[in-house]
C-alpha cells in the first residue's frame, strides 16, 4: 500500500486563536525537540528508553515480551486512571512543553482533541507500508482522521453487537431479529407475553452507544473540508436512527433507563430485560452483573436497516500513539505498530488485558474460544470478526466531549418526555452546541 507524499492533518483552531496550520506543524517539531519528553537514552551508551501511558489491565506483561526481545529499546509502563485522565494530563503536559511520555494509549473519539491540540505525532512515515491492511476500514479511519495522516495503531475495537437470552426467546417463540423492523415486532411480542419484560432499553446516558448506531445507519457527526470541521449529527442517518427509538419508547414497547444503574442491572439479572443492543465486551459485563445468567445468552450482528447491506457500528476501543514530546518517534512507532500487529503480542493482549483485538487476522488466530459467560456460543468470536469487517467509517471531532455532553441533557429529556418528535428535536439541540463551541473555541467550522 503506498501513501501520496502529500499529509493532510486535522483542522486547527483559527488564527483568532494565534494559531494557523503551519504554527501547529512548527509547534510539534519544535514540543519533538524539548528535551523534558519522556524518552531516554545513555548517550549513545545504553538502549533507548520510552515511556507508555496505558490503563489497559496487565500491559505490564505484555510489554515485558517487547523488552526481552528488544534489548536496545526498553518500553516502561506508566499506568493512568482512565482515558480522560490521560487526555487531561496529556494535555497539560504539552501545554506546559515537557512531561509527557513517548507513548500514549487514546480512545479514538479523543484522537481529534489530541491532534488538534498538538499532542500526537503523524507516525505515517515511520509504519510499514502494509499496516494500515491489518485493520477494517472503519478503526483506520479512526485514527487518520479521513487523511493521509496516521496519528495512532488501532490497539482494540467495540463492534457493536445484539446480546438476547436465548432461554427467553425460546420460551416466547421469537426468531432472532435480523432487521429494526423485526426487532420492533420482537419487542412488541415479549411486552405482550409479560408486560413487566422489554427486550431493551434506551440509555441517555451512553452517548457512545448512540454513536455506534448512527455509526451503524452511515452517519458520521464530524468531518474535515480543507481548514474547516463539518459538523453533522442532525443528519438523515442521525434522525432515522433517532426517531426509530424514540417511537419505540413512546410506544412503551422497550424501557427507558439508563444503563448501568442498579434498576438496569437488577433487570439483566432477573430477566426483565430479555436483550442487550450492546458490544463485543458486553459478556464481561454481563458476567458481573448479571452472574445468574450465565449460559444464556447468546449474541448475534446487530439488526439492519438494510438486510442486503449489512453494516455496523463501534462502541469502545483505542490505540496506540506516539506524542510530539518523544525524542525517539521512530522505535516509539516500532512499538506501537509490534504491539497491535505482531501475532504474539495481540495474543498476549487478548490473554491478559481482556481487550478485543483491531487487527483482524491477528484477532482471528487469538481469540479462538468464547468468553466463559458465553461459553454456549463456541463460535462467538467469529461473529464478532464478520461484524467488525462490515463497520461503517465514522470521524469524530475535536469537542466530542461538548457534543456528548449535549447529548445526555437533550436525550435525558426526551426520554422523559417518551416522545418520538423530542427525541429527533433533541438532534438538533446537539449539533447547534457542538457548532458554536468550535466556533467559540476558534475553530473554522464548514457551513
Not at 519528553?37 to 538502549?47: E, F, I, L
Not at 487469538?366 to 469487517?389: C, K, M
Not at 418526555?417 to 452546541?433: D, G
Amino acid at each position: 500500500m503506498s501513501r501520496a507524499s502529500h499529509r493532510s492533518t486535522a483542522p486547527a483552531p483559527r488564527p483568532s486563536r494565534r494559531r494557523t496550520l503551519a504554527a501547529v506543524a512548527a509547534a510539534a517539531l519544535l514540543l519533538a525537540g524539548c528535551s523534558g519528553g519522556g524518552s531516554t537514552s545513555a548517550g549513545g551508551d545504553g538502549p533507548v528508553e520510552l515511556t507508555f501511558w496505558t490503563w489497559a489491565p496487565n500491559m505490564e506483561q505484555v510489554v515485558q515480551t517487547w523488552n526481552e526481545s528488544h534489548p536496545d529499546v526498553q518500553v516502561t509502563v506508566n499506568k493512568q486512571d482512565g482515558g480522560d485522565a490521560a487526555v487531561t494530563k496529556l494535555l497539560t503536559a504539552v501545554k506546559a512543553g515537557s512531561g509527557a511520555p513517548d507513548l500514549m494509549q487514546a480512545e479514538y473519539q479523543k484522537i481529534p482533541t489530541l491532534v488538534s491540540s498538538d499532542a500526537l505525532a503523524d507516525i505515517s512515515d515511520q509504519l510499514g507500508d502494509d499496516v494500515q491492511d491489518a485493520f477494517p476500514s472503519s478503526v483506520w479511519n479512526s485514527v487518520t482522521l479521513g487523511s493521509d495522516a496516521v496519528y495512532a495503531v488501532p490497539q482494540d475495537s467495540g463492534p457493536m453487537m445484539f446480546l438476547y437470552r436465548a432461554d427467553l426467546f425460546e420460551q416466547y417463540g421469537i426468531a432472532v431479529p435480523t432487521t429494526w423492523d423485526e426487532y420492533a415486532d420482537a419487542a412488541r411480542k415479549i411486552k405482550a407475553a409479560d408486560p413487566a419484560k422489554s427486550l431493551g432499553t434506551f440509555s441517555a446516558n451512553d452517548p457512545g452507544w448512540f454513536a455506534g448506531l448512527a455509526q451503524q445507519a452511515g452517519a458520521s457527526w464530524w468531518g474535515i473540508e480543507g481548514d474547516a470541521w463539518s459538523v453533522d449529527v442532525d443528519s438523515e442517518a442521525t434522525r432515522r436512527v433517532a426517531a426509530y427509538w424514540g417511537g419505540m419508547v413512546e410506544e412503551g414497547v422497550i424501557a427507558n433507563t439508563p444503563m448501568y444503574t442498579p434498576e438496569w442491572n437488577a433487570a439483566l439479572n432477573d430477566g426483565t430485560q430479555v436483550g442487550w443492543v450492546g458490544s463485543v465486551w458486553s459478556p464481561a459485563v454481563l458476567e458481573g452483573i448479571a452472574p445468574d445468567t450465565a449460559g444464556t445468552w447468546m449474541a448475534a450482528p446487530l439488526p439492519q436497516w438494510d438486510a442486503a447491506d449489512p453494516a455496523g457500528g463501534n462502541w469502545g476501543g483505542s490505540a496506540t500513539g506516539v506524542t510530539t514530546q518523544s525524542e525517539h518517534p521512530e522505535e516509539a512507532a516500532e512499538f506501537a505498530q509490534w504491539l497491535n500487529t505482531d501475532p504474539e503480542a495481540v495474543q498476549a493482549l487478548a490473554d491478559v488485558s481482556g481487550v478485543y483485538p483491531a487487527a483482524t487476522d491477528a484477532a482471528d488466530q487469538a481469540l479462538t474460544d468464547p468468553p466463559a459467560f458465553i461459553s454456549n456460543q463456541p463460535d462467538y468470536y467469529d461473529v464478532v470478526g464478520r461484524v467488525a469487517e462490515t463497520t461503517n467509517d465514522f470521524t469524530y471531532g475535536p469537542n466530542v466531549n461538548v457534543a456528548y455532553s449535549a447529548y445526555t441533557d437533550a436525550f435525558g429529556a426526551a426520554a422523559e418526555q417518551r416522545s418520538a418528535a423530542a427525541f429527533t428535536a433533541a438532534l438538533a439541540s446537539i449539533q447547534s452546541t457542538t457548532v458554536e463551541d468550535l466556533e467559540n473555541t476558534g475553530f473554522t467550522v464548514a457551513k
